[in-house]
């Protein structure tokens, strides 16, 4: 997620922090490295051009030439800037009577997914959500929600066998959700591959059956550009309440996301970050602008490992840290925990100062699967005991797990490596108040944070430290990384003079 774009300006801002006096010359030179890293990343021309100036004028003001560090600032003033293009603060679903939402947009940017995306979401908060199927004109996606709503336990309302009228679905659909006692609806339409009058005569005469209390359109990020035309012609015809940019894990660019706002005067709702069906984040412009400016984005990483932490496993992890009886059985249950955060890329771009790393070889989530596949290799013996693993079993587990002897051999160094850094009640114990929920308290609150938001503001230190990552996520020799220690990898960003 916006790997070029966070490059491009790293350099730019990386020439202002190195520069020891700052003039309006250096700030007209990185404002135009700025502007072409954002006209790259495909970012609207006019929304470039506004947000540079707006950065420029503030920049030059004598207030921030004269700072202890005037580079620093000009960073802070690009995000307080940025914040204000994304619109500021995130934009609450509206989910009053009669707790409708209509779901529009083209073929082939995830609308059925993201239906189902966000009854998972709906079901977490506590409400009861309920799926109606409206696109008549691709059956294989009124299948498709009957099975997402399957496995979430949603109910999901088909239209009527050899309906092809949406208004008439439509009105079906009504009366059927008449019959279910309440919940919240989402209306799943049909698309097209482009924008077409038919499409939207249709739309409007949905929307007026159905009087949505939110009508979210689904822009596929990775058309750049053309989203934010495909949702300029949606909300002049349907009006739209709300975005819900999807795709985004494989946008390496983002300027669709950064020209919605100002383009179309829709706020971004929800971000899909994936194709699992709990993928869908709720859009907060602010740790949007600290993941382009590669500052990371802990409270989403901590939110969803709040998700997914169970509390007697955690404090029985705990334990096991705190009296160095770690082993690969509790490594592998680490392993699965991280699975369940999503995809490492994303992980790490939620690390300040970590986003570099996921472009680096072999850092992908293969070699987490390489490694779980290495100790399911493994008996339980060998798993609580690490020192028995002899050569004879370590070409067994090999063997077994189809990866080579030498994978091996590197894993349970890196492993017995670690503990022994780590110590009994050293950075090990970090390490499990980070990931599973131990205490400690929260940088410069004075100690006791407890939980797992304790632990992970007590692993980020307030300056970017972390204790090494455990091994196995890492190439070869590179289990038991240091972030810190990697030079530009390891430096988190401030915002601030």
Known sequence: MFSLLQEKLEDAFRKLRGTAKISESNIADAMKDIRMALLEADVDFTVTKDLIKAVTETAQGEDVLRTVNPGQMIVKIFH???????GGGATELDLSPPQRILM???N??????????????LKKQGKRPLLIALDLYRPAAITQLQVLGQQLGVPVCVPPAGETDPVKATRAALK??????????????????????????????????????ETLLVADAATGQQAVAVASKFNETVTLSGLVMTKLDGDARGGALLSMRQVTGCPVKFIGVGEKVEQLEVFHPDRMAQRILGMGDIVTLVEKAAEEIDEKQAMSMMRRFEENKFDFTDFLNQLKFMKRLGPLEGILGMLPGMGALKNMPGVDDKRLKHTEAIILSMTPKERSKPEILNGSRRKRIANGSGRPVVEVNQLVQQFEMMKKLMGNKGMLSQLAGGMMGGGGGAPGGGGGGKGLLGGLANMMGGGGKM???????????????KPNKMGKFGKRPKLGG
């Open 80 to 86: 307080d800037e940025l914040v204000k293009l994304l």
């Open 176 to 213: 059927w959700l008449d019959e279910q006692g309440g919940g919240v609806a989402i209306f799943d339409t049909a698309g097209r591959q482009e924008v077409d009058d038919e499409l939207l005569t249709q739309l409007k005469q949905v929307r007026d059956l159905v009087q949505p209390s």
């Open 108 to 121: 082939g940017a995830g609308k059925t997914t993201t239906s189902a995306k966000l009854a998972s979401w």
């Open 104 to 106: 529009v947009g083209l």
């Open 467 to 481: 204790p090494p990552m455990p091994p196995g996520m890492f190439p070869g020799g590179m289990g038991g990384l």
